[in-house]
């Protein structure tokens, strides 16, 4: 045995007593505390390319067992290489609205795949690779238990994973994470939130008049004051004409005249130290990127689930007073 697949023996030991600790993190930055590693076991004829979208929508798995997916997945690509080649990790985001893999359920995922140009697979092959103790390795190679625990993991932690190779011409392993909303769900776990309002005032920027005047009903009835814009130049003016106090800021991201981020920006010159609560469809998320870490904003994502709206109201106006 090869000191790295010992390595690799010893990653599968610590993870069998390994408690499994699942959180709402990054996939790059797991890629990129794992790449030092990788790019040790695979040598020097291999290249590693990294492939980063940025940001991506959170996950929520366990980190430790997701790096060693990521170093399972390139051991093999390692030895399908056995000449050098290109080993590929790559992350992305996307909205996923049909069926690319049995069994998935629409919505927003996050997807890490890890490619090489190898030796690939004939059907036959594939078809039986993730099962246990499955390898086409020599005695003493291999265990074949590698894809069978990176495919536990990719379960346990709600995913896909699917296998796209051809013989000769190299193997792409996918993997989709679901999405996690982040804000909401810390929100939702904090049950102790009251989410009817007790006649606080909302400053809700939306250019969309049907979920702008929906929004407001709702939130009416729940016991806030609403005041309404179309636009992020509206809901300035209408929060300097507004004598009494504003609460809380709820915008869309993406907006004419003013994007919501600027509108934030604007408005927390005027009102310092307001919250403000950011809805988004699924495409906005480059833009609140802009916005500083530190005052990393809460975005509900659209469609809006309203009972999350109101939790996380009610957790922003909380927090302040
Ligand atoms: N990137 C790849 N290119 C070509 N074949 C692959 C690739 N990844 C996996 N395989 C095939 O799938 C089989 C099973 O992989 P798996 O990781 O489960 O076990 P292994 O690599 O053989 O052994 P172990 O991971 O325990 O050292 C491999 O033996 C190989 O035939
Ligand atoms: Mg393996």
């Known amino acids: 045995m090869d000191r790295s697949s010992a390595l690799i023996q010893q ?24 790449a030092k590693m990788i790019r040790r076991l695979i040598g020097e004829d291999i290249e590693l390319v990294l492939s980063l979208e940025r940001p991506l929508w959170m996950v929520k798995a ?16 390692r030895d399908a290489m056995p000449r050098g080649g290109h080993l590929t990790i790559a992350t992305h985001s996307s909205n ?17 795949t890890v490619s090489d140009d190898g030796i690939g697979m004939p059907p036959a092959v594939q078809s039986r690779i993730f099962e246990p103790f499955f390898t086409t390795k020599p005695m003493g190679k291999g265990t074949g238990l590698g894809l069978s625990m990176v495919y536990g993991i990719v379960k346990q932690s709600g995913g ?9 011409q190299g193997t792409s392993i996918k993997i989709l994470f679901p999405a996690v909303d982040e804000v909401v769900t810390e929100i939702e776990a904090d049950e102790a939130v009251s989410i009817t309002g007790k006649g606080e005032t909302i400053l809700v920027a939306e250019d ?3 979920l702008r005047e929906s929004v407001a009903a709702y939130l009416e009835h729940h016991g806030y004051n609403v005041l309404k814009a179309s636009n992020g130049e509206e809901a300035l003016s209408v929060a300097t004409q507004h004598q009494g106090p504003i609460h809380l800021l709820l915008t869309d ?9 600027e509108l934030a920006t604007e408005f927390a010159k005027l009102r310092p130290g307001i919250p403000t609560l950011f809805m988004s469809g699924y495409t906005d998320h480059r833009l609140l990127e802009q916005i500083p870490r530190t005052n990393r904003p809460t975005v509900l994502q659209k469609p809006l689930n309203l009972h999350s709206l109101l939790a996380a109201i009610g957790g922003a106006i909380k927090k302040k007073t």
Do not use: W
């Open 208 to 210: 969309e008049d049907a």
């Open 62 to 77: 366990d980190p430790d067992q997701i790096g060693q997916v990521l170093l399972n997945l390139c051991v093999n690509a």
């Open 96 to 112: 996923i609205d049909h069926e690319v893999m049995p069994g998935i359920v629409p919505g927003q995922y996050t997807i890490l």
């Open 253 to 261: 991201v993406v907006m004419p005249k003013m994007e919501g981020t």
């Open 160 to 168: 896909h994973i699917g296998v796209d190779s051809e013989l000769d």
């Open 11 to 34: 990653l599968l030991a610590f993870s069998r007593k390994q408690i499994l600790s699942p959180r709402i993190l990054d996939l790059n930055t797991v890629v990129e505390e794992t």
